[in-house]
């Protein structure tokens, strides 16, 4: 493991921002540039509502890069209808800071869907599971002297949390938007230790996401969306994305974080049951003058769980 420089390396100053802190702040949740197609992550009552149609998924982003210890972020999840009305899947987030930071969130979703319309649905969901929360101190050298002299990183940390989380989602072949906090129960991974206040705290976080598709002609889609999320303690981070489905096939477009990226995304329907995508931000804020930028790729793959959907071709899945 590389040795972290408490005055150069920013590793150690992003390790401070979540673990030493003279109180307690909120901890921000990942981030994604492509949202629309990790939305079982963030939103417990996603659901497509495809009868015998398993729903896979899975994204990968590495932020910031150039910048040493920066995070990185995978995301897996798994859903489908085992009737008219109920929705169950898993979903699993692993977000890890250099070699310091390693947290795993594994669920359980439930949705219950609700028709509420001749083309709408409703859908609420809830999820319950796991965080393990992980660190390692044993690479940190700071100019003061030995890690052991500070209090702050005296020992490693290896804690398990219970969360649980609930949404809703209201949805048709056409657009959808929805309301979600992915964590409702606060968990603090540090505690005060010898008259020093050394917290840092998992937060609520609220995500209220959206999207809509407009038939511009047969073979062109415009397809703009957004995320907001909100966090005691940090400011709103608002995401905002256009893209062009062209053919049912291609997809492209430019996304802008409020004062943070600009972002380029593209994906393929490689077949009618895979879509492949990938993304490129470009840091705005002033961490620029040390990252080129972060990227993202997801994979998402629908499995006809009974062989009933072939001999046609589906309408593709938009969000």
């Not at 996401?209 to 415009?222: A, E, M, P, R, S």
């Amino acid at each position: 493991m590389k040795n972290f420089n408490i005055n150069n390396k920013i590793a150690t100053i992003i390790g401070l921002m979540l673990l030493m802190c003279t109180q307690t702040y909120a901890q921000q949740d990942p981030q994604f540039t492509q949202y629309m197609y990790n939305m079982s992550v963030i939103n417990p009552a996603y659901a497509t509502a495809e009868q015998d149609i398993l729903n896979i998924g899975g994204l990968y982003r590495s932020q910031w890069v150039g910048v040493e210890g920066a995070p990185e972020t995978a995301t897996f999840f798994a859903h489908a209808p085992v009737s008219e009305r109920v929705e169950l899947g898993i979903s699993f987030v692993n977000d890890r800071i250099g070699n310091v930071v390693n947290e795993n969130n594994v669920y359980a979703d439930f949705a219950y869907v609700l028709p509420v319309g001749l083309e709408s649905k409703l859908s609420l969901g809830v999820k319950a599971g796991f965080t393990f929360f992980n660190t390692d101190f044993s690479g940190f050298n700071l100019q003061s002297g030995n890690v052991s002299t500070d209090i702050a990183f005296n020992e490693n940390i290896n804690q398990t949390f219970p969360n649980v989380g609930a949404g809703v989602f209201y949805f048709t072949n056409k657009y959808y938007i929805g309301l979600s906090a992915p964590n409702l129960l606060t968990s603090t991974h540090l505690e005060t230790e010898n008259g020093v206040r050394t917290t840092g705290v998992e937060s609520i976080h609220y995500f209220l996401t959206g999207g809509y598709v407009f038939d511009i002609n047969d073979n062109l889609k415009f397809k703009p969306a957004f995320m907001l999320r909100g966090v005691e303690g940090a400011p709103l981070a608002a995401d905002f994305t256009a893209n062009v489905l062209i053919n049912e096939k291609v997809e492209a477009g430019l996304g802008y974080r409020l004062e943070d990226a600009v972002s380029a995304l593209v994906n393929f329907r490689i077949t009618k049951d895979l879509r492949v995508g990938y993304a490129y931000d470009y840091t705005t804020s002033n961490l620029s003058d040390f990252s080129s930028g972060s990227h993202e790729i997801f994979i998402l793959f629908d499995v006809d769980l009974f062989g009933l959907k072939n001999g046609y071709d589906r309408s593709p899945r938009f969000f």
